[in-house]
């Protein structure tokens, strides 16, 4: 399943559009502590796009899952929806909550107009509401995002390391002399790193799994204020 989605990193805001089918893209690893310290909230990617006549929402959670990670039965995992006869404009909302039990059952409410619950873990045979007006998948899937993460990490040492002899603006960025910016940009793209032996390649996120869950929604039950469809995610826990 590598790759098989454009990904979408999310704990902000995206947008898409029920008229169009290019997705809505964002992006959001490991930025919350609170969220790190609890992978089964924590956002990796949201993805939202438009497949004949379904709208069509998903979100990642738990980055580098582990082979026996699950969601959380504490977490709620909501797509919040809003609709509009042009860009910007809301003149209906309804949100998409999520819930699993400690076995993994799902249930799933689109505001107050179609509930689903069940097993969700098959691809093949999605879980579906009565109506058949929602698909759910929850289950291990391939991480899509695609970076180069342990890159990243030593040009930021190297960055830190040589922060004495450079010379900053104002906003914080240093003036670099061509060869620098030349050996910063190789870090930036490395195969190998002399911090990591095992890396031998550019997406730190080839091998690495992540959980997915997907919904299928007819698009009247989201589009209700007009064709112009805005949609954010978050999962929330009680304290």
Excluded at 81 to 96: P, Q, R
Excluded at 172 to 190: F, I, M, V, Y
Aim: glycine letters at 8%; charged letters at 20%; a negative charge.
């Amino acid at each position: 399943m590598k790759k098989q989605w454009k990904g979408l990193m999310l704990l902000g805001a995206t947008l898409a559009f029920a008229g169009l089918t290019t997705p809505a893209e964002s992006a959001d690893h490991r930025d919350s502590t609170k969220t790190t310290a609890d992978p089964t909230s924590d956002i990796n990617d949201v993805f939202s796009f438009v497949d004949g006549s379904n709208f069509v929402l998903g979100m990642t959670v738990t980055p580098f899952a582990g082979a026996t990670a699950k969601f959380g039965d504490a977490v709620r995992y909501v797509f919040h929806t809003t609709s509009g006869t042009k860009f910007g404009e809301t003149k209906a909302s309804s949100d998409v909550i999520c819930t699993f039990d400690a076995a993994q059952k799902i249930s799933c409410w689109v505001g107050t107009d179609d509930y689903v619950t069940g097993d969700a873990s098959s691809a093949a045979t999605p879980l579906k509401s009565a109506s058949g007006k929602v698909q759910v998948f929850a289950g291990m899937r391939s991480d899509p995002f695609y970076f180069n993460l342990q890159g990243f990490k030593d040009t930021v040492t190297t960055v830190e390391g040589a922060a004495a002899s450079l010379t900053f603006d104002t906003s914080g960025c240093p003036a670099l002399s061509a060869d620098t910016a030349t050996a910063l940009g190789n870090l930036l793209k490395e195969k190998t790193s002399s911090t990591v032996v095992a890396k031998t390649q550019e997406d730190d996120f080839t091998t690495a799994n992540t959980l997915s869950l997907v919904l299928l929604v007819d698009k009247t039950l989201v589009n209700k204020g007009g064709p112009y469809v805005s949609v954010w995610a978050s999962t929330n826990k009680a304290p």
